[in-house]
């Protein structure tokens, strides 16, 4: 039993601890020293100035629109991504002629690159673009909406345009959770006469509850931290409606604030490691084995 | 066993930091390097954005040339376009500069630190022999090198075909401009095109018009605002201009979906005859004629109020040596070869320039910039857009300004909002005042 827990020995991690150090940990620490800098473009000497750049964070109009809508975004893209991502995955596990054509129809935009899904995606959401002529067409009139230029939904048309790209890659992880779970289980359950729904709630859920969790954590780690499909497809605008944290961060780098830059940047990497872990740690906790 | 596994790892350990310091230590010996191996040449290292590689500065026909007369070459860094600033800032900051580079005066006032990181050529050959020493110069100093002194000049980009067809004149008011407009519109074509997804492209009515009424009413306006004597937001006449331009907007003179319109569908739409005018400078008129030159498209002030004055834009497309350039001297030289005589001359012509070089003649210039010379250039009827006297980055304002068509601010809340933005820009370069 020994050999197999110590298969590898420990200083085989050195390389890749290293790599790791010399590109993540160590400017990950001098990042933190200088967001409390007035590091600038201009400056020939940097102070140090405390607390003042993340006073300035919590003080700017924009920059608390852009934490609300890195948060609209990250909420709205989890919970998109895991119920489709879900349905999908049940869908596409049953006996169906087309499945394996249907799995790689769904799974193909997570391929795409995100200026493709731009190109592709700016006119069709114009005002008199594919989606809203298609909406008249069918009667729905007052459902058209200036998807990419109307400040109020702007964010939510971005998210949605991440769900469509995305829930492929989530139903790839959700198809093998489900593959995973003995069939003896529903059989079983329906020998003591549970309908679908009930084997859905009592079987599936709690031994999905591994992919659930890697997928939830990815997702809302990919949401706090989203830039490029708000990047290529508003660029943050019209004004600064769609702006999230890192464009924000790209902003402040632009106009050559890069202390305030990298404390914005700090505060992004705090918020999803204060985030992350503790909501790892709790479903790691809820996980069943079979 | 062990002893394996141990050497394998301390190989890999070794491999991946080898693999790492030579990452760091060729981006620092690459210049010289480059020197050495070439027996007696240098090389001279000029940077400059990806969308300027037509500049005629560096025609490879010339950089042979120069490298047959002094055997120094010129090795061209292309930065992507949109990280152009990003990139030089680094460089300049970390002492990693390039022996010249090419960039707009204006922005490098603002973005690349002037005063900090490049050199002054006030005593170098060529400057005696300048006829605008103002476009090159900045803070009192000659800061940068062309032989061009055309500015661009910005207005109204309007296709004189069509005014012609629908008998319409040149408007000189606002009330007359809508009329047009009007006019325009019943005839079936968009009468202005708005590609306003671009932000800045909102900036070209209030940034001539701002600076025009600024020159007409209030002189010392501007030098106050740069002061902190004054505000943005309490010079009504600044929130009129914006309003002015919104109604020709709310007025459906205007593409359907300008926050979905880009300037990159500018040069199809006039040649595809679908709009009539454009709120831009010359440079699109001279993009529309290379690719069909039967189109007559001209320039006229924006007409804000009676009798403007035509926008004139800080000159573009300088060269400027850094002060930690490592070939200081072989970066003057290029300097000096570019100012020679015949290559100033041949320069200018093949670009249609107007000639900086008291003893350089300015050929034959295109139709429309002809016009531009004989009916504003000459008579001084021009007046420097606001963005020359900016010593701050404007790109919140241009977003502000795409705000004020999304329905999100108002023509006074975009200023307001300026003014907020201005301050803490303008505190955070240290002006003196904020």
């Given at each position: 039993m020994k050999i197999s827990k110590r298969?590898?020995?420990?200083?085989?991690i050195w390389p890749a601890f290293l790599v790791y150090s010399v590109f993540f940990v160590v400017p990950a620490i001098i990042g933190l020293y200088y967001?409390?800098?007035?590091?600038?473009?201009?400056?020939e000497v940097i102070r140090f100035i405390g607390w003042d750049n993340f006073r300035t964070i919590f003080t700017d109009e924009t920059l608390i629109l852009a934490l609300k809508n890195t948060i609209i975004f990250a909420i709205v893209t989890v919970i998109g991504k895991n119920l489709l991502g879900i349905a999908l995955a049940i869908g596409l596990n049953m006996?169906?002629?087309?499945r394996n054509l249907l799995r790689a129809v769904f799974y193909?935009?997570?391929?795409?690159?995100i200026l493709v899904i731009s190109i592709v995606f700016t006119p069709m959401l114009r005002t008199e673009g594919m989606i809203n002529r298609m909406l008249s067409a069918i009667g729905?009139?007052?459902?058209?909406?200036?998807?990419?230029?109307d400040p109020s939904i702007v964010i939510w048309t971005i998210a949605a345009v991440s769900i469509w790209q995305h829930v492929g890659f989530q139903m790839a992880i959700y198809l093998a959770g489900l593959q995973s779970i003995s069939k003896d289980y529903y059989e079983a359950a329906t020998i003591d006469g549970a309908g679908p729904w009930r084997s859905f709630i009592n079987i599936t859920l709690p031994l999905l509850l591994p992919a659930i969790n890697i997928n939830l954590m990815l997702t809302l780690i990919g949401g706090l931290k989203v830039f490029s499909e708000v990047f290529v497809l508003?660029?943050?605008?019209?004004?600064?409606?769609?702006?999230?944290v890192g464009t924000i961060i790209l902003r402040a780098f632009g106009e050559g604030s890069w202390g305030l830059g990298t404390a914005i940047n700090t505060l992004l990497f705090a918020g999803v490691t204060l985030i992350s872990i503790p909501l790892l740690i709790f479903m790691r906790r809820r996980e069943v084995t079979e | 066993m062990n002893n394996l596994k141990n050497r394998i790892a301390a190989c890999l350990a070794a491999i991946t930091l080898s693999v790492s310091l030579a990452a760091c230590s060729s981006g620092n010996s690459g210049g010289s390097a480059d020197n050495s191996s070439n027996s007696g040449a240098s090389t001279i290292e000029l940077a400059i954005s990806k969308s300027s590689q037509d500049s005629a500065f560096v025609d490879q026909e010339l950089l042979d040339e120069f490298e047959k007369q002094t055997n120094i070459r010129v090795n061209l860094q292309l930065l992507p376009a949109e990280q152009t600033t990003t990139v030089l800032q680094t460089k300049l900051a970390v002492g990693e500069t390039p022996d010249i580079v090419q960039y707009n005066l204006a922005s490098a006032t603002t973005d690349l630190n002037l005063e900090r990181n490049f050199e002054i050529l006030?005593?170098?050959?060529?400057v005696s022999r300048l006829q605008n020493k103002e476009v090159l110069s900045a803070y009192g100093h000659v800061y940068s090198f062309h032989v061009?002194?055309?500015t661009g000049m910005q207005g109204v980009v309007y296709n004189k075909d069509m005014f012609e067809e629908l008998g319409l004149s040149v408007p000189t008011n606002f009330e007359e401009f809508l009329a047009v407009c009007e006019q325009i519109k019943a005839a079936g074509i968009t009468p202005v095109f708005m590609?306003?997804?671009?932000?800045?492209?909102?900036?070209v009515w209030p940034a001539a018009a701002f600076a025009d009424y600024a020159a007409k009413n209030d002189p010392t306006l501007i030098e106050d605002l740069n002061a902190n004597r004054?505000?943005?937001?309490?010079?009504p006449a600044f929130a009129d201009i914006l309003k002015q331009q919104y109604e020709v907007y709310e007025k459906g003179y205007?593409?359907?979906d300008i926050l979905s319109?880009?300037?990159?569908m500018a040069v199809g739409k006039f040649l595809n005859k679908?709009?009539?005018?454009?709120?831009?400078?010359d440079w699109l008129i001279e993009n529309v004629a290379e690719k069909d030159p039967s189109i007559h498209l001209g320039l006229f002030p924006?007409?804000?109020?009676?009798g403007a004055s035509l926008g004139a834009s800080p000159l573009g497309g300088q060269l400027f040596i850094p002060?930690?350039?490592?070939?200081m001297a072989e970066a003057k030289k290029f300097l000096d070869f570019l100012a020679s005589k015949e290559m100033a001359q041949e320069m200018v012509n093949e670009q249609s320039y107007v000639s900086n070089f008291s003893d350089v003649t300015t050929p034959e210039l295109p139709e429309y910039k002809q016009e531009i010379v004989e009916k504003y250039i000459t008579p001084q009827n021009t007046v420097l857009t606001t963005d020359a006297h900016m010593?701050?980055?404007?790109s919140e304002l241009y977003r502000y300004l795409q705000d004020q068509f999304a329905g999100g601010k108002t023509a006074e809340e975009v200023l307001q909002a300026w003014d907020e933005k201005f301050d803490q820009l303008m505190k955070d370069k240290g002006i003196a005042g904020f």
């Open positions: 298969l590898y020995p420990y200083y085989m967001s409390f800098t007035d590091w600038r473009l201009d400056r006996k169906l002629k087309t193909s935009p997570s391929i795409l690159s729905l009139d007052p459902l058209t909406q200036a998807w990419l230029t508003t660029g943050g605008g019209p004004g600064n409606a769609s702006q999230v | 006030d005593n170098e050959a060529w061009s002194q055309d590609p306003f997804k671009d932000a800045w492209a909102a900036n004054r505000n943005w937001a309490e010079i205007t593409n359907a319109d880009s300037y990159d679908e709009v009539a005018m454009m709120f831009m400078g924006i007409p804000y109020a009676e002060k930690k350039a490592k070939h010593l701050v980055d404007r």
